[in-house]
């Protein structure tokens, strides 16, 4: 090789190497205020940059800057940012339980260690069944609970009357199957609505919640494989049995589901704590007409609270400004009256449970017909649910039981068969064991 | 010294400097890389080798196998479709007796223009089974509402569909050009010795449009089987994986499940079918030389 050739083979190499490898963090030395960024999502965005201005004032060294990335976006972006080492991530992370665990598991490192700042003090400050959802397996909690959605049963209570049918005496899922029948038959609308063919997204909240019920999920707290344990053949054969009945309304499409619901086609809604505020902003004509309560058990006797979903905030591993980020997940998280006001500004019905308190959890509302809706849900969550394990591979079980689920409910398949088949898939897929 | 520099035999190399740059950094860099991740299995950020095991797994994934067959069925049920309407389309747009030639000209190619967002969003209202064009114009002759994107079969033949309305126009205009570079000569000359429309068609246009005929045909189905946009957009891959594809899994695995290193290795599976295909038609053009 001659010389000139070397010399721009090598000036190519070198710039590559720092093209590729370059931009890295930029930890200015502190001089004037500490910022700190937060990740989150619209509404919940609203209560966190309502309460960030009060922070500020409290603690005038923090600014804090509440960034609107989007959900699902959100997801994506945390992680590229965690697979290039935590490079570009915000200090605060919104992250909801479904990711949670994945990030724990798969990025060792990428969430910050909140024990270590003193987050243990809060332990019990939660709704039952959320702490050891942010507990790692080295006993440290890495995010704080914000969020909980204990699942309801919103019913419309003029089609109920229509079809004479006693919302109290709903005990159990099986219960409620008869009383879909029979209202089918006399009001013609359909009991519940699902998207059988999972077209756009998957519909397995209410699948998940019977599951719930019953203590079970898709894995164990061990992190075996428990798809195709007894309850999950129970829940899926109580779909089935609503299916084969003919009382589940098929919602998929493009606004299929508000139209069923606003042409009084649907009469349930499974739906969790976040139905109290979307049905009355949704539907605002059918005020009056919707009540809520507990859900039926799925054995008879059986526990009727479940929680559908939690949302959390958590730090950076790498933000170099862990100990301010954690001041201000304290002041949001832990104080009534800041998580309330985020509960009114941001939607976001709260994990702590000295909050409830408020008066405005035992308010009558006008659109339930003056039913303190609320209520039932703080109850629910009084009656402690169980705790859990999403693991790191939640998102390929969510996709493989709405796969098993929309096999039966398009093609008729057996749920038992279905669900072992799903099962092994998942326990190949993520390299767990099967339970039992 | 920069005199000394830019001296006759070293500019070139500055001038190829950019690009090849870009090649390192955004190509050559991100291959390697990937070919590295694909022996490699674990947690996110946590990565220790192991070999060939993702590959194993591959094999013996039924998903994987689900996806490959979608893919190669779309692939021989579309590709066909499209390329027959496209030159249709050429022919038709080509013919002398068509009046407002270049407005139909870019109503052909229009679609493939469309942003894939808003491309989608049309198809899924287009596509609705209560409420869509498709089916009230279908209804209209009679035919009962088809649940397009809700039944395994048919979410197919909406993808098929949306394919085609996207990638047609394009096919068409390279058709086109490759019309009109025809030498009118063979046409008269043919036409001289009293061949038809249909034999001139066949034994004129067909065989000097081979070469492009090839082209459109290794593009496409090398789009094809890297399809990922529409079922992404209109189906999510379902109902019951129906319509995954070889990419549209390789995305839920890495960026789903995280699973960078199982999702590296579908990426070179998908790269040996792509080579695959380039090879052939290597052979098939290359022999004519």
Known sequence: MNRPLVMVVSATLALAVTACGGGGGSDQKSTGPVKITVWSWKPASDGLASVAKDFEQANPGIKVDVQVVG????????????????????????????????????????????????????????AEGLWPTVTGKDGKAYAMPWEVNPVGFFYRSDLFDKAGIDAAAIR????????????????????????????????????????????????????????????????????????????????????????????????????????????????????????????????????????????????????????????????????????????????????????????????????????????????????????????????????IASDAQTQVLLKGADPAAALSQAAQQLSQQSGRKLAG | MTARLLTRRNVPYFLVLPALLGFVCFKAYPILAAAYISLTTGAGAARSFAGLDNY???????????????????????????????????????????????????????PSLTGLVAYGVMFSVILSKDSGLLNWLLGLFGVSPIDWLGSPFWARIAIVIALTWHYCGYNAVIYLAGLQSIAKELYEAAMVDGAGAVRRFWSITVPQLRPILLLTIVLSAIGTLQLFDEPFVLTGGGPDNSTLTISLYLYQNGFRYFDFGYASAIAYALTLIVAGFGLVQLKLTGGRK
């Open chain 2, 56 to 110: 194993v797994r591959l094999v013996n994934d039924p998903l994987f196998w689900t996806s490959l067959g979608n893919t190669a069925l779309i692939l021989v049920v579309q590709v066909p479709i499209m390329l027959i309407l496209a030159l249709l389309l050429a022919l038709g747009l080509n013919s002398k007796l068509v009046r407002l030639r270049a407005l139909w000209r870019l109503g052909v190619f229009m």
């Open chain 1, 172 to 399: 159990t899922w099986d219960d409620a199957i008869e009383a879909g029948k029979k209202l089918k038959e006399r009001t013609g609308a359909y009991l519940i609505g699902l998207n059988k063919p999972a077209a756009g997204s998957v519909d397995m909240d209410l699948f998940q919640s019977l599951l719930q019920q019953q203590g079970a999920f898709y894995f164990d707290r061990q992190g075996a494989v428990t798809l195709s344990s007894a309850p999950a053949v129970q829940a899926m054969t109580l779909i089935k049995k609503m299916n084969d009945a003919g009382i589940v309304a098929d919602t998929s499409g493009e606004g299929t589901r508000k139209k069923l619901i606003s042409e009084d086609k649907v009469a349930v809604l499974p739906w969790a704590a976040w139905g109290v505020g979307y049905i009355p902003e949704t539907w605002p004509k059918q005020k009056g007409l919707w009540r809520v309560m507990q859900p039926p058990a799925v054995v008879p006797g059986g526990k009727r609270t479940a929680i559908v979903n939690s949302t959390y905030l958590s730090v950076s591993g790498t933000s170099p400004h862990k100990a301010e980020a954690f001041k201000f997940l304290e002041y949001a998280l832990t104080r009534p009256e800041v998580i309330n006001k985020m509960f009114e500004d941001g939607g976001v019905f709260p994990a702590l449970t000295a909050a409830y308190a408020d008066p405005r959890f035992t308010a009558r509302t006008d659109y339930y017909g003056g039913q303190p809706a609320l209520k039932t849900f703080v109850d629910a969550l009084g009656e402690g649910a169980d705790a859990t394990y999403y693991s790191g591979d939640y998102a390929r079980a969510l996709k």
């Open chain 1, 71 to 126: 959900n699902p976006a959100i997801w994506e972006k945390i992680t590229v940012g965690m697979a290039a080492g935590g490079k570009g991530l915000g200090d605060v992370l919104h992250i909801g339980i479904d990711y949670l665990p994945g990030y724990m598991e798969k990025f060792p490192g990428g969430l910050a260690d909140l024990s270590e700042l003193g987050a243990d003090k809060y332990k019990d400050a939660f």
